[in-house]
């Protein structure tokens, strides 16, 4: 099966700060990779689909990248409301295995 | 607007079994693959298992492979996951989930149930 890998495990960055977070899988996933995020107490909620594709309603602070085996989730300018865990999957085929998190903290 | 109301969770000890339901509604239920995920206590996200919309195509995680056995209803709306020879490692909110497009293979997931508790333990 493949692996997703997510660097860091957690991070902590001020308010306007630029954040980038990294997935990797062990394996190609051409661009079946989604991004969602936790708030703490709440249920995850989709960001990103297809690498780089904005849900609707999600900020344009967000963004992401990359295609085939590494992944990037950008925040171009954190604010308080982005406190959460961020977890990346892969959806190409099954398993539909999602990267351990990353918890972003306001510093 | 679509929701998704998961029931069933509960205490059951080592070696027991329990049944949750997912029941859907604000879109057409029998056109989409749907999905259960769980969240071990402040642990990641898991998936556990995926139906195809017709039902006819199934999928488990390797951690629940014989023991869980999902299944869907079209006519009621519901998604069901039986979950059978319980283990204190499956103790986790269950969400269900509806893939966002029609198939399993190639969907991602977006809509997410509130969740239900499972605590399995003496």
């Known amino acids: 099966d493949i692996q997703m890998t997510q660097s860091p495990s957690s991070l902590s960055a001020s308010v306007g700060d630029r954040v980038t977070i990294t997935c990797r899988a062990s394996?190609?996933?051409?661009?079946?990779l989604a991004w969602y995020q936790q708030k703490p107490g709440k249920v995850p909620q989709l960001l990103i689909y297809?690498?780089?594709t904005l849900q609707s309603g999600v900020p344009s602070r967000f963004s992401g990248s990359g295609s085939g085996t590494d992944f990037t989730l950008t925040i171009s300018s954190l604010q308080p409301e982005d406190v959460a865990t961020y977890y990346c999957q892969k959806y190409n085929s099954a398993p539909w295995t999602f990267g351990q998190g990353t918890k972003v903290e306001i510093k | 607007e679509v929701q998704l109301l998961e029931s069933g969770g509960g205490l059951v000890q080592p070696g027991g079994s329990l049944r949750l339901s997912c029941a859907a509604s604000g879109f057409t239920f029998s056109s989409y693959a749907m999905n259960w995920v769980r969240q071990a206590p402040g642990k990641g996200l898991e998936w556990v298992s995926t139906?195809?919309?017709?039902?006819?195509?199934?999928y488990y995680a390797d951690s629940v492979k014989g023991r869980f056995s999902i299944s869907r209803d079209n006519s009621k709306n519901t998604m069901y996951l039986q979950m059978n020879s319980l283990r204190a490692e499956d103790t986790a909110v269950y969400y269900c989930?509806?893939?966002?497009?029609?198939?399993?293979?190639?969907?991602?997931?977006?809509?997410w149930g509130q969740g239900t508790l499972v605590t399995v333990s003496s």
């Open positions: 139906i195809s919309a017709s039902g006819g195509t199934t």
């Open positions: 989930a509806k893939s966002a497009w029609g198939a399993a293979s190639g969907s991602t997931f977006d809509y």
């Open positions: 394996q190609g996933i051409s661009n079946y």
């Open positions: 297809a690498a780089s």
